[in-house]
């Protein structure tokens, strides 16, 4: 099955000084991205450190971007701006493996 990866970073809603797990709606979002997860849709994401703003990782496997997006657009952090998302991006795993 395809893999794709996606870099997302703080929306206009995002209260700057904010930790993550304190932004508005953090629960939902968490359930949502846990239930991705469940699917097996996600395969590994987290934040990326190093960044004045925040930004995530997510390794993704679908059949396809079509879909994918979709399913990523129903993010509560993406519908309510605390969350941007990047390009969804086709990618090739070279070195290790994946679950």
């Given at each position: 099955?395809?893999?794709?990866?996606?870099?997302?970073?703080?929306?206009?809603?995002?209260?700057?000084?904010?930790?993550?797990?304190?932004?508005?709606?953090?629960?939902?979002?968490?359930?949502?991205?846990?239930?991705?997860?469940?699917?097996?849709?996600?395969?590994?994401?987290?934040?990326?450190?190093?960044?004045?703003?925040?930004?995530?990782?997510?390794?993704?496997?679908?059949?396809?971007?079509?879909?994918?997006?979709?399913?990523l657009e129903q993010?509560?952090?993406?519908?309510?701006?605390?969350?941007?998302?990047?390009?969804?991006?086709?990618?090739?795993?070279l070195l290790g493996?994946?679950?």
């Amino acid at each position: 099955m395809p893999l794709f990866v996606q870099i997302n970073e703080q929306g206009p809603r995002w209260i700057e000084g904010r930790p993550m797990r304190e932004q508005a709606g953090w629960a939902e979002h968490a359930a949502f991205m846990n239930a991705l997860e469940a699917d097996r849709l996600v395969v590994l994401g987290g934040p990326l450190r190093g960044s004045p703003r925040h930004r995530a990782m997510l390794v993704l496997r679908a059949e396809s971007a079509e879909a994918l997006n979709r399913r990523l657009e129903q993010d509560p952090w993406m519908r309510s701006g605390v969350l941007a998302a990047g390009k969804l991006e086709p990618w090739e795993l070279l070195l290790g493996t994946l679950p």
